[in-house]
């Protein structure tokens, strides 16, 4: 059976918005044909939990029914977690959905957002997507975000600066005290996005914590995310917490239904003590892996940023994609961005050997 009934000949002619034909394709990580080891997406190389799987399976006998619309509990669940009203928890079909309904509540068409890059490859095509226009401001060679260089490039058409911290895919934490300058900074009316997708694995008492930040700053919004500590990446929940009035916008603009059933009742679960008992052991160990696996890199000769994520950064250059085939061909996927460098996971132990003994062999 022919998929559609139109002639195959006839010209597509409805023409896409022109900020949507020129994005760039957000490039998934690797995915394994056959045996290899996954390090291409910064997931949690744990199995879901027990308690979790027990929720979903519960959950999958209800699915003919339609997900609660606003995700009450799951909200309630978070707000209570976190220690903040339920007025200002919106969640979405993962933090990257949530960001773009962030920025499609206060982005007019041609308005500045203002982030870092090197940074998370969802800036530029939620940006566009939003209708605002790019302005990108180097890392520097540390992989650090350059708060004062961007403070200096907000201008009188900014309206969203995107602060990542840690920065994927470099590994380094932006500090409290250059947050807090930053912030001193810019206009009030500029929403400042603080996104910390990698919270649970940082370990630098320097780090902010953004909830402390949301506090004194209304123009601040937190997004955290349950796909990396707690390990539910295939089933998409992330959150945003801000001010009452925005968390409104936000949730405005959000898809209706976003976060499915299952996803619902796994984040509920996923949030209990006992859940996170075992989600703060299994980052535990993923962080002592993280210095494991960067204190060997740096005997080897590497150089390579300070990471508090659950990733390592190597800044290969243009050997980038000739290395990330090579580890691909050793069954060892790895995040490369070509002529840059290549962001790699931090997995199980034999995972982690695999990938040292191959950077160990490149040395
Ligand atoms: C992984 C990641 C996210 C979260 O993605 P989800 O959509 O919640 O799975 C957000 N921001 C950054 C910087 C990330 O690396």
């Given at each position: 059976?022919?998929?559609?009934d139109?002639?195959?000949?006839?010209?597509?002619?409805?023409?896409?918005?022109a900020?949507?034909?020129a994005?760039?394709?957000?490039v998934p990580g690797a995915?394994?044909?056959?045996r290899?080891?996954?390090?291409s997406?910064?997931?949690?190389?744990?199995p879901p939990?027990?308690?979790?799987?027990?929720?979903?399976?519960?959950?999958?006998a209800?699915?003919?029914?339609?997900p609660?619309m606003?995700?009450t509990e799951?909200?309630e669940?978070i707000a209570?977690y976190?220690g903040?009203g339920?007025?200002q928890?919106?969640?979405?079909?993962?933090s990257v959905a949530?960001?773009?309904h962030?920025?499609?509540?206060v982005?007019?068409?041609?308005?500045?957002?203002?982030f870092p890059?090197r940074?998370?490859?969802a800036?530029?095509?939620?940006?566009a997507v939003a209708?605002?226009t790019?302005?990108?401001v180097?890392v520097?060679?540390a992989?650090r975000l350059?708060?004062?260089?961007?403070a200096?490039?907000?201008?009188?058409?900014?309206r969203?600066v995107l602060v990542?911290?840690?920065?994927?895919?470099?590994?380094?934490v932006?500090?409290?005290?250059?947050?807090?300058?930053?912030?001193?900074?810019?206009r009030r009316?500029?929403?400042v996005?603080?996104?910390?997708?990698?919270?649970?694995?940082?370990?630098?008492?320097?780090s902010?914590?953004?909830l402390?930040v949301?506090?004194r700053h209304?123009?601040?919004?937190?997004?955290?995310?349950l796909?990396?500590?707690?390990?539910?990446?295939?089933?998409?929940?992330?959150y945003a917490?801000?001010?009452?009035?925005?968390a409104?916008?936000i949730?405005?603009?959000?898809?209706?239904f976003?976060v499915?059933?299952?996803?619902?009742?796994a984040?509920?679960a996923?949030l209990?003590?006992?859940?996170?008992a075992?989600?703060?052991e299994h980052?535990?160990?993923?962080v002592?892996?993280r210095?494991r696996?960067?204190?060997?890199l740096?005997?080897?000769?590497?150089?390579?940023?300070e990471?508090?994520a659950n990733?390592?950064w190597?800044?290969?250059?243009?050997?980038t994609?000739e290395?990330?085939?090579?580890?691909?061909?050793a069954?060892?996927?790895?995040?490369p961005?070509?002529g840059?460098g290549?962001?790699?996971?931090?997995g199980?132990v034999?995972a982690?050997?695999?990938?040292l003994?191959?950077?160990?062999?490149?040395?």
């Open positions: 059976m022919a998929p559609v139109t002639p195959p000949d006839t010209p597509v002619t409805v023409p896409l918005r900020a949507v034909a994005l760039p394709a957000y995915r394994p044909s056959g290899a080891y996954k390090l997406s910064n997931e949690n190389p744990y939990l027990p308690s979790v799987l027990a929720a979903i399976q519960t959950a999958a209800e699915v003919n029914r339609y609660d606003y995700a799951l909200v669940t209570g976190v903040v339920a007025d928890v919106v969640v979405g079909n993962g949530v960001l773009q962030v920025l499609e509540a982005v007019e068409p041609g308005d500045e957002v203002v890059w940074s998370f490859e800036y530029p095509i939620i940006t209708g605002g790019a302005v990108t180097p520097t060679s992989g350059d708060l004062p260089a961007m200096a490039a907000v201008t009188e058409r900014t969203a990542c911290t840690p920065n994927n895919p470099t590994g380094p932006v500090h409290a005290d250059e947050l807090e300058t930053f912030l001193a900074t810019v009316d500029v929403l996005v603080v996104d910390e997708a990698y919270l649970e694995f940082v370990r630098d008492p320097a902010p914590d953004g402390d949301l506090r209304p123009n601040v919004v937190v997004l955290r995310t796909s990396k500590a707690y390990g539910l990446a295939g089933l998409r929940v992330g917490l801000a001010a009452p009035r925005l409104a916008g949730r405005a603009t959000s898809t209706p976003g499915n059933h299952l996803a619902q009742r984040g509920i996923a209990q003590p006992p859940a996170l075992e989600m703060i980052v535990e160990a993923i002592a892996e210095t696996v960067a204190d060997t740096r005997e080897q000769g590497w150089d390579v940023p990471t508090h990733f390592v190597l800044g290969l250059g243009e050997r994609a290395l990330a085939a090579q580890a691909a061909a069954g060892v996927l790895v995040r961005f070509p840059d290549m962001r790699v996971s931090i199980e034999a982690n050997d695999a990938f003994a191959l950077a160990a062999g490149w040395r």
